[in-house]
Nanobody, 121 residues
Framework: QVQLVESGGGLVQPGGSLRLSCAAS????????MYWVRQAPGKGLEWVST????????YYADSVKSRFTISRDNAEDTLYLEMNSLKSEDTAVYYC??????????????WGKGTLVTVSS
C-alpha cells in the first residue's frame, strides 16, 4: 500500500518562503515520476510541478515558474517543493501525487492527504 505524507505547510507572509516535503513508503519511490498538485479554497485542482525519476527533468505551471523548485531525494524516498516569493494566490492545499505505474508519465493515481499553505499578512 503506497503512502504519501506531506508536511511543511503553514502560515506565511506574502513574499515569504516555505519548503514542503512528501515522504513516500510502500513503493519503489525512485521508479516513479512525481507531481505536486494544489487546490485553492473553493476552486478545482491545479497541477503545480512534475519531476522525473532521476530528478533531472522538471516541469512547472506558468503560475509558479521561477518561484517554485521541485526536487527529490531518492535515497530518502522524499519529494520536495521549495516555494519562494509566495503570493496570496498560492494559498491552497498542496498534494503530493504519483502515477499508478513506475517509469510512467501519466495521470496521478495515488495522493497524499495534503498540507495547507496560507499566504497572508
Amino acid at each position: 500500500q503506497v503512502q504519501l505524507v506531506e508536511s511543511g505547510g503553514g502560515l506565511v507572509q506574502p513574499g515569504g518562503s516555505l519548503r514542503l516535503s512528501c515522504a513516500a513508503s510502500g513503493a519503489t519511490f525512485s521508479s516513479y515520476w512525481m507531481y505536486w498538485v494544489r487546490q485553492a479554497p473553493g476552486k478545482g485542482l491545479e497541477w503545480v510541478s512534475t519531476i522525473n525519476t532521476s530528478g533531472g527533468v522538471t516541469y512547472y505551471a506558468d503560475s509558479v515558474k521561477s518561484r517554485f523548485t521541485i526536487s527529490r531525494d531518492n535515497a530518502e524516498d522524499t519529494l520536495y517543493l521549495e516555494m519562494n516569493s509566495l503570493k496570496s494566490e498560492d494559498t491552497a492545499v498542496y498534494y503530493c501525487t504519483k502515477p499508478a505505474y513506475s517509469s510512467s508519465y501519466s495521470s496521478p493515481a495515488d495522493w497524499g492527504k495534503g498540507t495547507l499553505v496560507t499566504v497572508s499578512s
